[in-house]
């Protein structure tokens, strides 16, 4: 067997493993998820299958319901660019400074990512109670009564509650990215930049940000998505209440095919909320290369 066709087979044997658990586990799932979409099922097996063609995207895209939880999801991409991206990134240029204890401020930056989301979501839970919560008893004692809400019950208050809850859970996360792009920079471009005189905004300003460019689209990239999908912490918080008000897309997602056994309807949703991802994903990606280039 000559060298060349000898390498190959070896390459293929060695990659055949990953690309049968690959195909199994994700390649399979999502086709079978979008031809499941083009069907009513109640998710009985041996329950014949009803075809719908495009009725379950037609009930989906029409509906007021789910038009509400992607304006949800919209929320949670404002509250990630608007505040989780620029907390993150300020977390990093602190503990990739010469500032002092920066293994304790790493610690506890990163602190609320080990922590399980169930236990964030309840400390959040009895924090925003109403009744006895700890921020409506300290705007009592600052004089702010009239501060006092019913966090979680009150509509759009609710999701902005649980945004800033995932912010707060997120930003160590997200601090590591940021940390990663923040020591790829050579030292020896910032020796320079301090021999010219260059105070620190403008290192930030003209160094730090140019050259952290990949950084800013990985962020960009995921915090899309998972946004997009955004389950466990809204869903330990609200359980998408009161009345669906605070509902997202994956809640819809799972109470579709284990609430109301719409099997087909869910998949539906699922098959949507993988579109949008895909396009949203690559138009990050190419704006972010047009600016590159």
Known sequence: MPKRKKEITISVLLLLPAVIIFAMLIIYPVCNTVWLSFFKWKGIAGQPKEFVGIANYLKVLTGNSFWNSMLNSLYFMIGGFGILMPLSFGLALIVTSNVRCRRFLKTSYFMPVILSTTAVALIWVYILNPSFGALNQFLDIVGLSNGKKDWLSTPTLNVWCVVLVN????????MLIFVAGLIA???????????DGCGFWYRVRYII??????????FAVLCITGCLKVFDLIWAMTKGGPNNVSSTPAIMLYTEAFTYKN?????????ILLMTGIVLSLGVNRCLRYKED
């Open 167 to 174: 912010e707060w859970m997120y930003a160590g996360y997200n």
């Open 185 to 195: 920079i050579p030292d020896s471009i910032f020796d320079a930049a301090k021999i």
């Open 263 to 271: 099997f087909g309807k869910s998949s539906t949703i699922g098959v």
């Open 209 to 218: 940000l140019p050259l952290s460019k990949g950084s800013f689209k990985i």
